[in-house]
């Protein structure tokens, strides 16, 4: 069995978990992919952690989504691939809990909402199965509490609510809402839904203009009451006021080459850090101050491996280590990962 890893590389220093996995295991050229600078500079401190998790081989599908509940230092992977547990459990040190597949067809979004009564996770399914085209909340051992959608029906209609393909979603500790709906489906929307999944406001349209969609991939929050969307599909991110869904900004300029596919913003909340596929890379931009948003200025760049595809990532409340859900990084398999 597992046995705990611990996820720091010693005081003084920043580190990221990145789900590389196997990849890494054989890979000496890779493991010395390292970023650490003293705490003391102003410098965005990562390095990556081929540690994480402990054992590689729980992966054996291909990596789409990472939710990590800080709270209860636990974090979720989803998996896409034929007869195999769908949501991987770990410790925020990589040590293995559990894992299931019932209800789950082909996981898009995760998102950990644990409150101190309640350990949740939710999850976007853009599968077409019985059990697609939802949004599912299972409590930390795969029970599903909650389905929002239609089951296995890709719609439009807000009554009752139905999606397509579903992207991510981002729920705020009073239980509020944002959901990116979707992943290049029927619908090119962004939806903020109350606790008792009442819609607060929505935007609702394909298109290039402002608060328009093409793909919305990823949502979150920054402690300005703002919310950001990664409106990948036009190579942009939209920002809009979280109470009354206002408009309030777009950036393109850092985005000529790639739409960003995932957004976060780092533990102190000084930087968005945005994933771009393709380019399998990560950029970190200065988060402007409140009140304005201007045009985006890239601070730091952590090119990793070619072709490991960061798909959506997620940062630890507890450590600021950043996790990132790669899709091409699965092809390896290393049965015995070095300690
Ligand atoms: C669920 O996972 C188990 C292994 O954990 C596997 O044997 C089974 O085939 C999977 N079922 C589906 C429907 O993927
Ligand atoms: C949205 O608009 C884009 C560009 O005009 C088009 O390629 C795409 O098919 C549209 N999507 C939907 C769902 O209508
Ligand atoms: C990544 O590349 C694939 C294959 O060329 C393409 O279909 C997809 O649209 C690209 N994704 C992004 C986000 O640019």
Redesign the pocket.
């Known amino acids: 069995m597992a046995k705990f890893w611990v996820c720091a590389a010693g005081a003084g220093f920043f580190l990221a978990c990145l789900i590389l996995h196997s990849r890494f295991c054989g890979s000496p050229v890779l493991r010395n992919f390292a970023f650490q600078v003293s705490w003391r500079t102003e410098e965005i401190l990562y390095r990556l952690d081929v540690d994480w998790p402990e054992y590689s081989e729980y992966f054996t599908g291909a990596t789409f989504g990472v939710a990590v509940d800080s709270l209860n230092g636990l974090v979720y992977v989803a998996q896409r691939g034929?007869?195999?547990?769908k949501v991987l459990v770990f410790t925020e040190d990589g040590c293995f809990l559990r894992?299931w597949?019932y209800t789950v067809d082909t996981p898009h979004g995760i998102f950990a909402a644990s409150t101190l009564h309640e350990q949740s996770v939710w999850i976007t399914d853009v599968g077409s199965g019985s059990y697609g085209h939802t949004i599912k909340k299972y409590n930390s051992f795969g029970d599903l509490v909650q389905v929002l959608g239609t089951p296995g029906k890709k719609g439009t209609g807000l009554n009752p609510l139905q999606f397509d393909n579903p992207a991510e979603l981002y729920v705020e500790d009073t239980g509020d809402m944002y959901i990116v709906d979707g992943d290049g489906g029927l619908n090119n929307r962004l939806i903020k839904l109350s606790q008792d999944f009442m819609i607060l406001w929505l935007h609702g349209e394909n298109g290039t203009e402002p608060a328009k969609f093409n793909i919305p991939h990823s949502v979150t929050l920054d402690s300005a009451g703002r919310v950001w969307v990664a409106d990948r599909g036009n190579k942009r991110i939209q920002v809009f006021d979280k109470d009354t869904g206002e408009w309030l900004g777009a950036w393109t300029n850092c985005f000529t080459e790639e739409g960003p596919s995932s957004v976060r913003f780092t533990l102190d909340g000084k930087y968005l850090i945005v994933a771009q596929l393709n380019l399998s890379r990560l950029l970190f931009v200065a988060a402007p101050p409140a009140g304005s948003i201007g045009d985006c200025s890239v601070i730091s760049t952590i090119q990793l491996a070619d072709q490991v595809l960061p798909h959506l990532l997620d940062v630890s409340g507890k450590t600021g280590a950043i996790f990132v859900a790669e899709i091409g990084a699965k092809q390896f398999y290393c049965k015995i990962c070095s300690s």
């Not at 034929?82 to 547990?85: L, T, V």
């Open positions: 034929d007869n195999i547990p894992a597949n």
